[in-house]
């Protein structure tokens, strides 16, 4: 962290991104990022793969983001929240051209494809290591805690996930001293459905699959429309009422050959070693993988593995 600062301190021209399919963290800490640089004068442009979720537009200065750049040169690419340069996107011929790539984030699996690198798996978010930064420079602002409470919130499932502790805690409680409203935010980001939404998770969670000890449970979507709200968050958190239950699957059809998974976990399964070993990567508790099977073929493969993976598996017992 000490030469990331020094670094910011001695460059004047800024590249922010993130991964592709943005959500909280990525957003907060991208937003967080730039008024922490515009603050301290420099030259700051933020470049995305993707557009920013409607959901997210609430976020300060969430207009300035570009989803496309003439060819600019940066002396510094801040890349958050990103397991590796390819996870960017189109934003990875720009980070070439960058005279140094700084690398923040808290994915187990980061490749540590920056020039410096400040990986902490232990954090609960991305946006949790940015208000370690923001806190040093002592600019700490209402907006930029909006910013930073936001990819807190969302990547902590709402501070229900194995990844809080009282760090997490200690910094949201020093957040809150710039008068947020969670309610609020809480209502902007969940409370969004339409009927039709409402629907459509429906189907998904009649539709639930078990294996024969209810340790693993999953859903496979023939027709999942990637829009505004993510759906699979909230699929999740209903997976996550079954009790005793470990890992939890999302099968998802992108056209006929191609399937994405995300896996979540409970306590004990590591699913990003379930998720590496097909090609992919994330946290212990959160990860996935896009295969380039049909739904059904990628449903058989990952199921008997990760059946093969927690058989044996020391279950509290009842
Ligand atoms: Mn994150």
Request: glycine share 4%; with cysteine; aromatic share 10%.
């Amino acid at each position: 962290m000490k030469k990331i600062i020094e670094k910011i301190q001695d460059s004047k021209s800024f590249l922010i991104t993130a991964h592709m399919n943005l959500e909280g963290d990525a957003l907060g800490s991208e937003l967080a990022a730039y008024m922490l640089l515009k603050k301290l004068k420099k030259n700051v442009t933020i470049y995305n793969n993707d557009p920013t979720p409607q959901i997210y537009k609430f976020l300060p200065y969430s207009r300035v983001i570009k989803n496309s750049l003439d060819n600019g040169r940066f002396d510094v690419a801040l890349v958050l929240d990103c397991s590796d340069s390819s996870r960017t996107g189109k934003v990875k011929d720009s980070l070439a051209r960058a005279k140094c790539i700084v690398n923040i984030d808290h994915h187990t699996s980061n490749t540590c494809f920056g020039d410096l690198n400040w990986i902490n798996a232990n954090a609960g978010s991305t946006s949790q290591m940015l208000y370690k930064i923001c806190d040093k420079f002592k600019i700490m602002d209402k907006k930029i805690a909006l910013c930073l409470y936001t990819g807190i919130f969302t990547d902590t499932g709402n501070f229900t996930y194995a990844n809080v502790d009282k760090e997490t805690h200690r910094i949201v409680s020093n957040l809150m001293k710039y008068n947020l409203h969670p309610h609020r935010i809480y209502e902007t980001i969940h409370s969004r459905c339409t009927p039709l939404e409402l629907s459509f998770i429906g189907k998904i969670i009649s539709s639930l699959k078990f294996d024969s000890d209810k340790r693993i449970c999953w859903a496979t979507i023939s027709k999942w429309k990637d829009d505004d709200y993510d759906l699979t968050e909230v699929v999740f958190s209903v997976m996550r009422l079954l009790k005793d239950a470990e890992v939890f699957l999302l099968f998802k059809r992108v056209d006929k050959n191609r399937t994405r998974i995300n896996f979540r976990s409970r306590l004990r399964v590591d699913v990003n070693r379930i998720a590496k070993f097909f090609g992919g990567g994330g946290h212990k508790r959160a990860s996935g993988t896009t295969l380039n099977d049909s739904l059904a073929v990628a449903e058989k493969k990952v199921i008997s593995f990760v059946k093969r993976y927690t058989n044996g598996l020391k279950y509290k017992s009842k």
